[in-house]
C-alpha cells in the first residue's frame, strides 16, 4: 500500500485566503531590500567555505594591474 508522508491541507478559499495572503505579503514586503541583501551575502561566504559545494564555482574579483 502507498501512504503519503505529507498530508492534505485543507484549502481555504474566499475572503478568508484573501486576508491571509494579503498578511503574508505585508510582511514580505516589509522586509527593508538592504536586510535580504546582506543576509544573502551572509549566506554566500557561508557557503562558500563548504568544501563538498556541488555545482560551479563561484568567481573570483579580478584584480588589475597597473603597468
Do not use: C, D, W, Y
Not at 1 to 19: C, R, S
Not at 38 to 43: F, L, N, S, V
Amino acid at each position: 500500500m502507498i501512504e503519503t508522508v505529507k498530508p492534505n491541507t485543507e484549502m481555504i478559499e474566499g475572503t478568508e485566503a484573501f486576508t491571509r495572503f494579503e498578511n503574508a505579503m505585508k510582511k514580505v514586503l516589509s522586509v527593508p531590500k538592504a536586510e535580504i541583501q546582506k543576509r544573502i551575502e551572509e549566506h554566500r561566504k557561508e557557503a562558500a567555505l563548504n568544501p563538498n559545494k556541488r555545482g560551479p564555482k563561484p568567481k573570483g574579483k579580478k584584480e588589475t594591474t597597473s603597468g
